[in-house]
C-alpha cells in the first residue's frame, strides 16, 4: 500500500481522478449508452491486459470507475498505472 505523500505525488500526474478513502475514481460521460459500454468493453480489455480491475457502475451514459487495490486494501502502483491506461483509452 502507498503512503499518502507518494498517492498525493501520483494523484497530481493523473486528469480529474478523485481520491475517496481508499480509492481513485473518476466519471466519464458519453453521449450515449452504446458509447459508454463501448468504453466499458476497453476498459475491460486493459484490466485483463493488466490483470487488475476496476470497480465499475454504469448508468445511462455516465461510466464511474473506482480503482483500489482489494487485496492490499487500499492503492497500489497498480491502481495508478490502470488509471493511466484508462485515460489514454479515452
Do not use: Y
Not at 450515449?32 to 491486459?49: D, M, P, Q, R, Y
Amino acid at each position: 500500500m502507498l503512503s499518502l505523500n507518494v498517492i498525493n505525488e501520483k494523484m497530481s500526474k493523473l486528469d480529474n481522478w478523485a481520491l475517496e478513502g481508499s480509492s481513485i475514481t473518476k466519471d466519464f460521460r458519453f453521449g450515449t449508452f452504446k458509447g459508454a459500454l463501448e468504453f466499458i468493453n476497453k476498459i475491460g480489455e486493459i484490466a485483463e491486459k493488466l490483470n487488475h480491475h476496476p470497480d465499475i457502475t454504469l448508468s445511462n451514459n455516465l461510466v464511474r470507475l473506482s480503482l483500489t487495490t482489494h487485496i492490499e486494501n487500499g492503492l497500489t502502483s497498480m491502481d495508478f498505472e490502470l488509471a493511466e491506461e484508462i485515460d489514454k483509452a479515452r
